[in-house]
């Protein structure tokens, strides 16, 4: 029996980017220490869609879905808000218990959805179990980020909750948390591991449905809000139908249905482009694309960097502005470019934008030292905190 166990809770109310950053760190953990087992707790159905090493174990809570203007909703039918929280509540204790683990990772809410993970935190503290929040490279506008943490006591959690905070992303890029009032000792908690480098070590062959051929891919991740971006890109095909690339376009599993039909109805007369909805192998189109555009979420905009493509990216700003913060910054360090994704949406721009995507600088060409070097990091302070010795070779390549 593993020596170890790291227990992983992945709220996952809205698309596939918490997971899917659980999923990196836990698949790069587990072949760096052979000894360790991992279990995460979700509450996306499509957890198991994905693929995992054998000392990787899922646990499912009754999913919750966060509508656009901020509200949850149960996802099961007849079942209420409060009761659905409860249930999972109850699970995330009892997986705790049962799995006994050495360290506790939440992912991104530092208390759960409506404090849900509360009863697990307080639990594990009293058993001497380090528990850790890890946070994405960029959270929000900071104003935002402190009305929403004040109203949610998570500023709190952060003092008598955790004993670190592990931030994704690099300083020189953002600091998500220099804007909320936090005590000088909370402030040391505060790892910035860098970016988690992803190179496809567990991908499948190449997805059904994907071209062989040269092509752009148009990814608005899990596609529950990304619409306009497909949108903006059929509109400059149809505007240009002379552009000399082929387009392949993720949808996402959460697009609208009505949508997703109305635009595979648009795609079906456009000979240069293919549509599918969802594949657990992303990094294999990213890899192979000749220029990817997207919406900017974390996990995307890690892959852009790992597999070094050319990308365009049209960030939302409702009902957050971490995707338009990070794609501002990494534009103004010449890491992608950026087309605004509100506003004016002029077929003329996104098909130019296209036409330049393919012959854009890479992200390799601008020299940030230890950009992704996020697996690294958090080897080491899973070390620390296990108190074992890290690998004598560190296997970034492992992290698919």
């Known amino acids: 029996m593993p020596a170890h166990r790291l227990l992983i809770y992945s709220h996952d109310s809205f698309g596939l980017g918490h997971l899917r950053r659980c999923r990196s760190i836990a698949l790069a953990l587990v072949e760096r220490f052979p000894n360790l087992e991992a279990r995460i707790v979700s509450g996306l159905p499509l957890v198991a869609e994905f693929g995992y090493h054998p000392r990787i174990s899922l646990t499912l809570v009754p999913p919750v879905i966060k509508l656009k203007n901020g509200d949850y909703r ?30 506790f990772l939440v992912d991104k809410e530092p208390l759960g959805i409506r404090g849900e993970v509360r009863a697990t935190l307080d639990e594990l503290q009293r058993n001497g179990v380090p528990c850790v929040l890890g946070l994405r490279d960029v959270m929000d506008d900071p104003p935002r980020l402190v009305e929403e943490w004040q109203r949610k006591g998570a500023i709190e959690a952060l003092d008598t909750a955790y004993d670190e905070i592990w931030i994704y992303g690099l300083p020189r890029i953002y600091e998500p948390l220099a804007g909320v009032p936090l005590a000088p000792h909370v402030r040391r908690k505060i790892v910035y591991t860098s970016y988690l480098y992803r190179n496809g070590i567990h991908m499948a062959a190449q997805p059904e449905g994907a071209s062989e051929r040269p092509y752009i891919l148009v990814t ?10 497909v949108d903006w890109v059929l509109d400059a095909i149809e505007h240009d139908p002379s552009l000399p690339h082929r387009i392949v376009i993720v949808s996402g599993p959460f697009m609208d249905g009505q949508s997703r039909e109305a635009f595979a109805s648009r795609v079906a007369r456009l000979p240069q482009v293919e549509i599918i909805t969802f594949t657990s192998d992303m990094e294999v189109l990213m890899k192979r694309a000749s220029g990817i555009v997207a919406m900017g979420g974390y996990n995307t905009f890690c892959e852009i960097l790992s597999f070094d493509r050319p990308a365009l990216i049209v960030p939302r700003t409702v009902p957050r502005l971490e995707q338009f913060i990070r794609a501002s910054r990494a534009a103004a360090l010449g890491l992608v470019a950026m087309l605004p994704g509100d506003g004016d ?14 012959h854009q600088a890479r992200p390799s060409s601008i020299v940030i030292p230890g950009l992704l070097d996020g697996h690294d990091a958090i080897t080491a302070r899973v070390s ?7 690998p004598t070779r560190r296997l970034a390549e492992a992290a698919g």
Do not use: Y
């Open 74 to 103: 149960a996802r099961k039918a007849g079942q209420g808000l409060v009761d659905a929280i409860e249930e999972r509540s109850r699970i995330i204790c009892d997986t705790a218990r049962a799995f006994e683990p050495d360290l």
């Open 345 to 358: 949406r002029n077929p003329e721009r996104m098909a130019a934008a296209l036409r330049r995507l393919p």
């Open 384 to 390: 620390h905190w296990l108190g074992i010795a890290e």
């Open 220 to 229: 608005p991740g899990g596609g529950g809000d990304g619409e306009r971006l």
